[in-house]
């Protein structure tokens, strides 16, 4: 029964008088939480629809009206701006009713023969040819008014959508919108006539959606391939509000199955609850991988920034990804590198050093590949090797590696040789290297040699 309620609600949408819009939307509300899974799927099939039938059912006029009507509809979600087409393609279909025009005067197209009309045929045929560029402005005019239309009724489904997530904030089915929302917009040239109502799912997923005070508690493995969705589409963002709409949803998914607050990752946490962060963190660690090791893509680092940032004692396990890339070579370029050090940052300052035994235990045991990938990246420098730091790249990597020798200081046991788990010979060694024998890494140096002693 609710479908077929809001079927008819959407038939009222198909009118423009804002009286029945307003009607539809208050019953709507009313009606929201009841509706099903199916309701929400018939609401976004209308949304992606960019069928020839589904303007033709809503706004097309009758069959007998249509064999004499030359306006042929056209996918909403194919079509580009249709001036630049008729700039660019012959119109055939215009050529042919000239070519009849012609005819009817007897005259050959084709014809090379210098025979000419009297004044009475020539007038015919100018009146003639006048008609058929008329038909041709007033099918224009009609296929440009069908469009318009279209996307004034899609703005109007849009809006029940927007209801829906608004009256029912907690309801797990909102979650369901995110990934069709993203297909529309994916599917969606960008000087796409309907690109008004693109922009409206945008701002409804990136400023409402997300940015929803109260949102569904959810860890089913539907919610965990919506996330893989997200991430998939920021890898093809092609603009920064793109980006940042995808960093929003991120943020809100995080909210849905982890919940709003941090929380540190110990003996006492469920172990379903270490699977279920093990799971999200997953997801992120492939995108990590793609954006270190690729020196061009579409994904936005402020993706993995943004929730180290907020969430950083359940992001730890990001850094196992992470100390892989701290070796130079694994790294697309040095501001890649840079950016793997600037994550490793974050999550450490706030985790390891504080009240937390269990996370300075953690730093202890990540020690060992963390100076690894530090002996390779110093390695492949002081040899001058593919991939080797210039001079600004060595000395921002030392002030790096300071930090977490004298962080591994600090909740080390004394028992610890620093200077063989960092090889503190072949650190000592860089002041002495022709490139980087330097005032400013020369002081770096010294600071090491000071946490060694």
């Known amino acids: ?85 008729d700039d660019e393609e012959v119109d055939e279909e215009l050529r042919q009713k000239i070519e009849e025009a012609m005819k009817a005067q007897g005259i050959n197209a084709v014809d090379d023969s210098d025979e000419e009309l009297d004044d009475d045929a020539m007038a015919a045929f100018d009146e003639k040819l006048a008609e058929v560029f008329k038909q041709k402005k007033i099918a224009k005019s009609e296929k440009t008014t069908m469009q318009q239309n279209v996307v004034h009724f899609k703005n109007n489904v849009m809006g029940l959508i927007v209801i829906y997530a608004r009256k029912n904030p907690t309801n797990p089915l909102v979650l369901s919108l995110i990934v069709p929302l993203l297909n529309i917009i994916r599917a969606t040239p960008a000087k796409s006539v309907t690109n008004q109502f693109v922009e409206k799912i945008i701002a409804f997923l990136k400023n409402r959606l ?16 919506i996330v893989q969705a997200v991430h998939d589409f920021a890898k093809h963002s092609t603009s920064k509000e793109l980006s940042e709409m995808c960093n929003q949803l991120s943020l809100y998914l995080h909210k849905c199955i982890l919940g709003g607050a941090d929380f540190e ?28 090791s690729k020196k061009s893509t579409s994904f936005h680092p402020s993706i993995i920034q943004q929730m180290i940032q907020r969430y950083p004692l359940s992001s730890w396990d990001m850094l196992d990804t992470l100390a892989t890339y701290l070796n130079r070579a694994h790294c697309a370029n040095i501001y890649r590198l840079s950016m ?40 492949l420098s002081v040899k001058d090797q593919d991939k080797s730091l210039d001079y600004e790249g060595m000395k921002n990597y030392l002030r790096f590696v300071t930090l977490l020798v004298r962080l591994h200081k600090k909740v080390a046991p004394e028992t610890i040789d620093l200077k063989k788990v960092w090889d503190a010979e072949l650190i000592s060694s860089i002041s002495s290297n022709d490139k980087f024998s330097k005032p400013a890494i020369s002081s770096l140096i010294k600071s090491l040699d000071q946490l060694w002693a």
């Not at 110990?266 to 609850?273: I, L, R």
């Not at 035994?357 to 530090?374: D, G, R």
């Open 210 to 225: 997300a940015k929803a005070t109260e949102y569904p508690k959810e860890q089913a493995d539907f919610v965990f391939d």
């Open 340 to 379: 793997a050090c600037k994550w490793t940052t974050i999550i450490i300052q706030r985790t390891v050093g504080k009240n937390s035994k269990e996370y300075n235990q953690k730093y202890i045991a990540l020690v060992p590949k963390l100076a690894e990938s530090v002996k390779a990246t110093i390695e």
């Open 1 to 85: 029964p609710i479908d077929v309620i809001v079927d008819i609600l959407v038939s009222f949408l198909t009118n423009e008088s804002p009286v029945l819009k307003n009607l539809a939307e208050q019953v709507f509300e009313i009606f929201s939480h009841k509706l099903t899974k199916q309701s929400l799927e018939m609401l976004l099939n209308i949304l992606s629809s960019g069928d020839d039938k589904q303007a033709d059912d809503l706004f097309g006029e009758d069959d007998e009206d249509e064999e004499d009507d030359d306006v042929e509809m056209i996918d909403m979600d194919d079509v580009e701006e249709i001036e630049s087409e």
């Open 265 to 292: 990752l110990n003996k006492q946490t469920p172990a379903k609850t270490k699977k279920v962060v093990s799971k999200y963190i997953g997801i992120y660690n492939d995108s990590v991988k793609l954006y270190l």
